[in-house]
């Protein structure tokens, strides 16, 4: 499996990979209940290019965060996942989630566990994070999974 990178920096050359990721995605069909609740309850998802850098935001005032995972593919650099979050008091809540249907669990690259991968780094922001102590994470069901943060404790 490709080294996977976590960014929350995406050039706007990416943009035609980031709408077939979050738009055109073959899993969409899957989650669709699970999207039409979180774009009733916080807006719908759209991409924006602030200084040539690429970001998903929504119609609404939420603010959110984009991490990106991209890998080098056939010798190019390609986003293959993405993850829009936001915080709600102690809570990062994950609202939409998307791996390129070749890095699935059930695709021809799915061995890579792309998706666990993704969760494994929320929940790593998550511990870095001040004041949080849990992550909500919207997996294509109006009913979202709880996650609890245990920090390590400090060392004296």
Same mark, same amino acid.
């Given at each position: 499996m490709a080294d996977l990178v976590f960014t929350s920096i995406l050039g706007a050359e990416h943009r035609d990979d980031l709408e077939r990721l979050l738009f055109f995605n073959e899993n969409q069909a899957r989650a669709s209940d699970g999207v039409s609740f979180v774009v009733e309850r916080y807006g719908t998802p759209r991409i $924006?290019?602030?200084?040539? !850098?690429?970001? +998903?935001?929504?119609?609404?005032? +939420? $603010?959110? $965060?984009?991490?990106f995972v991209i890998t080098r593919v056939r010798?190019?650099?390609?986003?293959?996942?993405v993850v829009v979050y936001t915080r709600e008091a102690d809570t990062l809540v994950v609202l939409f989630v998307a791996v390129d249907s070749e890095f699935s669990g059930r695709g021809i690259r799915g061995h890579g566990m792309v998706? +666990?991968?993704?969760?494994?780094?929320?929940?790593?922001?998550?511990?870095? +994070?001040?004041?949080?102590? !849990?992550?909500?994470?919207?997996?294509?069901r109006a009913t979202p999974t709880r996650i609890t943060i245990r920090r390590e404790s400090a060392e004296t």
């Open positions: $924006q290019s602030d200084n040539e !850098r690429l970001h +998903v935001a929504l119609d609404s005032s +939420v $603010q959110t $965060q984009t991490l010798g190019e650099i390609r986003p293959i996942g998706l +666990v991968r993704m969760i494994g780094e929320i929940k790593a922001i998550a511990r870095r +994070v001040r004041g949080i102590s !849990r992550v909500l994470v919207y997996m294509g």
